[in-house]
């Protein structure tokens, strides 16, 4: 059997490594091609040196841009690269625009589709990750479900039939990148070597593209009571300048974006996490640190149970008794045991 895995962007990179590794293991062909999407050496390279991620097969170099003009270029190359490749499985993964070329390719040139992250929903049909799943799903042969939640969503939409809960494979690279760190510690990001801190990180349009949205949030993270690190999509720093926004403050320190190891290490040291992204939720989640999201709503609604995870839809509530609580409820395993990738190839193998 013979996977293609298309790739894009910093969350996928990360997903990707537990695939590799399990397909290698069960001695599967497996085949990167890698669209672009995020090219600094920062935001895609490192996490295939550090998570020894083979290096892509090709890469279509496509870069940024525009939604339609971003997803248009991959569509136009990816169905050449998926004809020359002929896979049994064209592997698509997550909710970016990589993702959603990756599905219309796929099933253009009629090549069968999974999809992993499935059935994840929002509701939010402003969130460009919102068509890009939905649609993602209802094209793909085979649904690579994380949660239960997960599952329920898809079959709320008729796709039950092609589902399979296999859980996450986050849980699969987190566990692993944290057990790696209790033999081999990495330094942690900025200064704050000795007592609290928070990690932070914001990049989404809904809180980057908004100056007031922006500046509000900025001057929550540096009026806590605690040191902050934010580590800086190239996004957030290029919207803060247009807007005039400073970043650095007196307890606020901005750092670059962060290898896959120091971010596990500082996420499991910290006091707390505050941030948009959907993988981080849950990786604070699986480490057992308290996490503010700054969003209306959240795709991971088990990091809520028992408050592991708290939304601010609004950043003027941002304040220490929000942020630095203390929670100790038992979380469970929503997301799996860690053998989510094993699983999702397993699923792959045996309807070959
Ligand atoms: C994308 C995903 C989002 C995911 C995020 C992780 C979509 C629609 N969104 O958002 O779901 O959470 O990746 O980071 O696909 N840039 C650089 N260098 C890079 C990459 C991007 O400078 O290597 C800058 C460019 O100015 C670019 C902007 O960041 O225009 C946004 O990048 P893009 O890939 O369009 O979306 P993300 O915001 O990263």
């Not at 490594?17 to 062909?29: S, T």
């Not at 190359?77 to 490749?85: A, G, K, P």
């Not at 919207?239 to 403050?249: F, P, Q, S, T, V």
């Amino acid at each position: 059997m013979r996977i293609v895995s298309v790739v894009g962007a910093r969350p996928q990179f990360v997903k990707l490594a537990p695939i590799a590794a399990a397909c290698r293991q069960a001695g599967v062909g497996h085949r990167i091609v890698h669209t672009g999407q995020h090219y600094d050496a920062n935001m895609s390279e490192v996490f295939f040196d550090e998570l020894r991620i083979p290096t892509p097969d090709v890469n279509l170099g496509i870069g940024s841009g525009p939604h339609g003009r971003q997803t248009g270029q991959m569509l136009e190359r990816l169905e050449q690269v998926l004809v020359d490749e002929a896979p049994d499985w064209v592997l698509a993964y997550g909710d970016t625009n990589s993702t959603i070329a990756t599905a219309l390719a796929a099933v253009k040139v009629h090549l069968p589709l999974a999809h992993l992250e499935a059935g994840l929903r929002s509701f939010n049909r402003r969130m460009p990750e919102e068509h890009n799943r939905v649609l993602t799903d209802h094209a793909s042969d085979l649904l690579l479900a994380p949660s239960e939640v997960a599952v329920d969503n898809l079959a709320g939409e008729g796709l039950k039939e092609r589902t399979v809960h296999v859980g996450d494979v986050m849980v699969d690279i987190t566990s692993s990148v944290a057990r790696s760190l209790a033999e081999d510690p990495a330094p942690l990001p900025g200064p704050v070597d000795d007592g609290p801190f928070v990690l932070a990180t914001i990049h989404r349009a809904e809180n980057t593209d908004d100056a007031a949205r922006l500046r509000s949030i900025i001057e929550g993270l540096a009026s806590l009571g605690v040191p902050v690190v934010l580590a800086a999509h190239p996004r957030l720093r290029a919207r803060a300048l247009d807007a005039g926004i400073a970043l650095e403050r007196p307890r606020l320190h901005v750092v670059d974006p962060l290898p896959y190891r120091t971010m596990i290490g500082a996420v499991a040291a910290a006091a707390a996490v505050v941030t948009d992204s959907g993988g981080l939720q849950k990786e604070a989640y699986v480490l057992g640190t308290p996490c503010a999201t700054v969003r209306t709503e959240t795709e991971w609604l088990e990091t809520l149970v028992d408050g592991w995870n708290v939304l601010i839809p609004d950043p003027r509530d941002l304040d220490d008794g929000l942020v630095l609580r203390t929670v100790d409820a038992d979380r469970g395993t929503p997301y799996g045991g860690g053998c989510a990738a094993e699983a999702a190839v397993a699923a792959l193998r045996s309807r070959t």
